[in-house]
């Protein structure tokens, strides 16, 4: 497998050279170099297609990407231990045994406090600018230049790569915070095992339930067209997650495969275009994906996945891993909700405002996805798939119990009463 290492040169060489030496069986690492953690997320695209996993030299690195990017691959960042801090301060005693106050960043000031007086360097003052994701680069080189001018700071500790050069092109004393080697090892241990953990993962069985809507009085005849329509549209998809299908009827199908193939955006792309292609044909098909830990478990998830599938109005997949409900995956309304309501507020408060507690989850889940908490009822009625009159009703609930309240009127350019845009104020359930 290839691991890649994202982050600053010198410190991607750094884990590359404890990588060949500790773990001799593993490839050479491909290095993705970035000089500016705000450029970070570039390198991910790239690194996915290559890689089995992904470590990060450092939190920034890692912090920067996940604002901007959701990661597929089992991934690790380096830290920065009390090892290494005591690592760089000794480092800082044996080249600078004059020095008596330092400028240092990433880490707590707290920390370095306890190690100086470990080391019995508790003369040494100390300026700390702790990692925050809301910082930019430029605002770190800024407090280390300003001791360094000020005079109340003659050498920086620096964990950034970035910074660290910006500050030594200036000509001032400066040394770089590392992880130390066994910090590395202890790290690239972890995406191992998180590495053999996705592939268990990926191998276990999952299975696919697609249904087609039933047609009243349907002849033999346009039973087996639309069983040859299905099967003959299957067979590239098929082929693409290795799978093996059984008819149970001839509206009912079942495909068994891999987590990890069923699972793959991709291929989900796939069969949601093979259900809009066949609907052009008047087939409707429902597809619900089940996900488990054994056969058993991944088809009664199916199960539930194509129960909720089967409300709805066109072809549609649902998918059902656990607790979690998936759908209708690849649309506008796809949400993402637990669908077990043995929470007692969820439960109380839908006691309270008299709906169900799955519009509770839902309206929670639409809040999330869409990161607003006003919607008109057009709105709610798109998303949960509901008429227009029963997205009014769960507005009305909601306003009578002072679970939300209207916050404003969208204007339309048709002659009708302006929208009411409503703001749910749910608690954090």
Not at 5 to 32: N, T
Not at 123 to 130: A, F, L, N, R, S
Not at 345 to 356: F, G, M, R
């Amino acid at each position: 497998m290839k691991i890649g290492i994202i982050g600053p040169l010198d410190s991607g060489k750094k884990i590359a050279e404890v990588m060949k030496r500790y773990f001799p069986s593993l490839l050479s690492p491909e290095i993705y170099d970035v000089s500016k953690v705000q450029e970070a997320h570039l390198k991910i695209e790239k690194a996915e297609k290559e890689c089995s996993g992904l470590i990060f030299t450092g939190v920034a690195v890692y912090s920067k990407i996940v604002e901007k990017v959701k990661l597929n691959l089992p991934h690790v960042y380096i830290p920065f231990p009390a090892s290494s801090i005591m690592k760089a301060l000794w480092e800082l005693k044996e080249k600078y045994p004059e020095c008596k106050n330092i400028s240092i960043d990433t880490v707590e000031k707290a920390e370095v406090e306890d190690i100086l007086e470990e080391l019995n360097l508790n003369d040494i003052k100390i300026q700390t600018m702790p990692y925050s994701k809301l910082k930019e680069e430029q605002k770190y080189v800024d407090f280390h230049l300003s001791f360094q001018e000020k005079k109340q700071a003659s050498v920086s500790i620096i964990g950034l790569g970035w910074v660290y050069e910006q500050v030594t092109k200036k000509g001032y004393s400066t040394l770089r915070l590392y992880s130390t080697k066994s910090g590395i090892k202890s790290t690239i241990s972890d995406l191992l095992y998180k590495i053999n953990a996705a592939q268990v993962k990926e191998s276990t069985m999952a299975i696919e339930l697609l249904n087609v809507k039933s047609e009243e009085d349907i002849s033999q005849y346009r039973a087996l067209e639309i069983s040859s329509l299905i099967e003959n549209s299957l067979v590239e998809y098929l082929k693409e997650i290795q799978g093996s299908i059984f008819s149970l009827n001839w509206n009912q199908y079942i495909i068994f495969s891999t987590r990890g193939a069923i699972e793959n955006r991709e291929n989900i792309m796939k069969l949601k275009n093979i259900l809009n292609n066949l609907e052009k044909n008047n087939i409707q098909i429902f597809a619900g994906i089940g996900l488990g830990k054994t056969v058993y478990e991944s088809e009664i998830n199916a199960k539930k996945a194509l129960h909720t599938a089967l409300r709805e109005k066109r072809s549609c997949i649902f998918k059902v891993d656990k607790n979690k409900i998936e759908g209708p995956i690849l649309t506008e309304g796809e949400l993402a909700y637990n669908f077990i309501t043995d929470n007692s507020e969820v439960n109380k408060l839908a006691k309270l405002i008299n709906l169900n507690p799955l519009y509770i989850k839902k309206l929670k889940a639409l809040k999330e996805k869409h990161s607003k908490d006003t919607f008109t009822s057009d709105e709610l009625a798109k998303y949960l798939d509901i008429s227009i009159r029963s997205a009014n009703r769960i507005i009305k609930k909601i306003i009578d119990h002072q679970c939300g309240e209207v916050v404003g009127l969208e204007s339309t350019q048709s002659l009708g009463r302006p929208k009411k845009i409503i703001r749910i104020d749910f608690y954090d359930i």
